[in-house]
C-alpha cells in the first residue's frame, strides 16, 4: 500500500487549494482515507477521512470549508479546500486506517478525530500548504 500526496503550494488568504492523494496497492475491497495536517511544534491533526463506499467524515477544523472526494477511477482521495488562513498553513498528509479503525467504523464504534492518526498507517511524504499574502 502506498500513498503519494501532491498538490500543496502557496495561496493567498481566503484563496483555495486541492489537495489530491494518490493510492497504490490496495486490494481490500474496505479501506479508509485520511487527510491530516501537521503544523510546526504542533501535533498532526485529523481533518476528513472517506470510506471506499464513499462515506464522508469532517473533524470541527474541517467541516465547513474543506471536502473531501473520491475518484475510484483513478485511485485519487482530493482535498479541496476553501477561504483558507493562515492558521490552515502545514505539512498536510493522506494515510489509510488500519483494520481496528475501520472495525470502529463498521460497528458504529464512537471515536473522535483528536484521537485517530495512530490508528492510520502508510503514510505519504506530505505536501506543504503555505497560506500568506
Known amino acids: 500500500v502506498q500513498l503519494v500526496e501532491s498538490g500543496g503550494g502557496l495561496v493567498q488568504p481566503g484563496g483555495s487549494l486541492k489537495l489530491s492523494c494518490q493510492l497504490s496497492g490496495f486490494t481490500n475491497n474496505f479501506y479508509v482515507i485520511g487527510w491530516f495536517r501537521q503544523a510546526p511544534e504542533k501535533e498532526r491533526e485529523g481533518l476528513s477521512l472517506i470510506t471506499s463506499t464513499e462515506i464522508t467524515y469532517y473533524s470541527d477544523s474541517a467541516k465547513d470549508r474543506f471536502a473531501i472526494s473520491m475518484d475510484k477511477t483513478k485511485n485519487m482521495v482530493y482535498l479541496q479546500m476553501n477561504s483558507l488562513k493562515p492558521e490552515d498553513q502545514a505539512v498536510y498528509y493522506c494515510?489509510?486506517?488500519?483494520?481496528?479503525?475501520?472495525?470502529?467504523?463498521?460497528?458504529?464504534?464512537?471515536?473522535?478525530?483528536?484521537?485517530?492518526?495512530?490508528?492510520?498507517?502508510?503514510w505519504g511524504q506530505g505536501t506543504q500548504v503555505t497560506v500568506s499574502s
Open positions: 494515510a489509510t486506517a488500519g483494520e481496528y479503525f475501520k472495525n470502529k467504523l463498521r460497528f458504529n464504534n464512537p471515536w473522535h478525530f483528536s484521537d485517530i492518526v495512530k490508528y492510520f498507517g502508510a
